[in-house]
């Protein structure tokens, strides 16, 4: 008498079963170099912040990152705003309370990309009491973009965002829109789209296929059972 068809497991699906439990897919790494602010050349000013300049696009001493336009702040823990950062001890203002003219500004980086591959950005928008309001900022990367906000009025809120790339360069940009004094952007992470291992990929295939034999066999049983 065969067992039911539930009972029947074949040794191979078990051993198949075993190996993909092995497998581990890699941990993607942060694409952004820097996404924290942490590496460069920190000078802070008496109030613990460094100015980063105005102007054109041009290099920052930070690693990784370039100005796109306007002004932006250098922020280190321990200022005198009470601003401390999301993830490290450094973070990023998009805006210049000490330029009325200049306000916001903005940084971009440039990564390699693979056309018609998801990304997803995660970032974090800070806001701090010692300049109070709404704090917002524009994301933009391969022709996209979208608006971010802090509502909250204090400390930090993290968002996400994904993109397709549409080309093998891709420039990602955080572009400072609102706030009075302060635009906080720190912990800046960019990953591609997860896809399985080559090894997973044969093994889910090498799966389907028992199955599918599996079930004709026991088709078959039945079959020959019945007649």
């Given at each position: 008498?065969?067992?039911?068809?539930?009972?029947?497991?074949?040794?191979?699906?078990?051993?198949?079963?075993?190996?993909?439990?092995?497998?581990?897919?890699?941990?993607?790494?942060?694409?952004?170099?820097?996404?924290?602010?942490?590496?460069?050349?920190f000078?802070?000013?008496?109030?613990?912040?460094?100015?980063?300049?105005?102007?054109?696009?041009?290099?920052?001493?930070?690693?990784?990152?370039?100005?796109?336009v306007?002004?932006?702040?250098?922020?280190?823990?321990?200022?005198?705003?009470?601003?401390?950062?999301?993830?490290?001890?450094?973070?990023?203002?998009?805006?210049?309370?000490?330029?009325?003219?200049?306000?916001?500004?903005?940084?971009?980086?440039?990564?390699?990309?693979t056309?018609?591959?998801?990304?997803?950005?995660?970032?974090?928008v800070?806001?701090?009491?010692?300049?109070?309001?709404?704090?917002?900022?524009?994301?933009?990367?391969?022709?996209?973009?979208?608006?971010?906000?802090?509502?909250?009025g204090?400390?930090?809120?993290?968002?996400?965002?994904s993109?397709?790339?549409i080309?093998?360069s891709?420039?990602?940009?955080?572009?400072?829109?609102?706030?009075?004094?302060?635009?906080g952007?720190?912990?800046?992470?960019l990953?591609?789209?997860?896809?399985?291992?080559?090894?997973?990929?044969?093994?889910?295939?090498?799966?389907?296929?028992?199955?599918?034999?599996?079930?004709?066999?026991v088709?078959?049983?039945?079959?020959?059972?019945?007649?």
């Open positions: 008498m065969n067992p039911p068809p539930s009972a029947a497991v074949p040794l191979a699906l078990r051993c198949l079963a075993a190996a993909a439990s092995l497998v581990v897919l890699p941990v993607h790494a942060n694409l952004l170099v820097n996404g924290s602010f942490e590496a460069g050349s000078t802070p000013d008496v109030h613990g912040v460094q100015d980063l300049g105005i102007g054109a696009p041009g290099p920052l001493p930070l690693a990784g990152w370039t100005l796109f306007g002004d932006v702040f250098w922020v280190g823990n321990g200022n005198t705003y009470g601003i401390a950062a999301s993830d490290g001890v450094r973070s990023m203002s998009l805006y210049d309370p000490f330029r009325p003219l200049v306000r916001v500004g903005s940084v971009q980086q440039t990564i390699a990309s056309i018609g591959t998801a990304y997803e950005l995660s970032f974090d800070g806001a701090s009491a010692s300049f109070p309001g709404t704090t917002g900022m524009r994301v933009q990367a391969a022709g996209q973009s979208a608006d971010f906000y802090n509502r909250g204090n400390g930090w809120q993290h968002h996400t965002w993109f397709t790339a080309d093998t891709t420039v990602v940009y955080f572009v400072g829109l609102a706030g009075d004094g302060y635009i952007l720190d912990n800046a992470v990953t591609a789209a997860a896809v399985p291992e080559p090894a997973t990929a044969a093994l889910l295939s090498a799966g389907l296929g028992l199955a599918l034999l599996r079930r004709r066999s088709a078959g049983q039945a079959d020959g059972a019945t007649s």
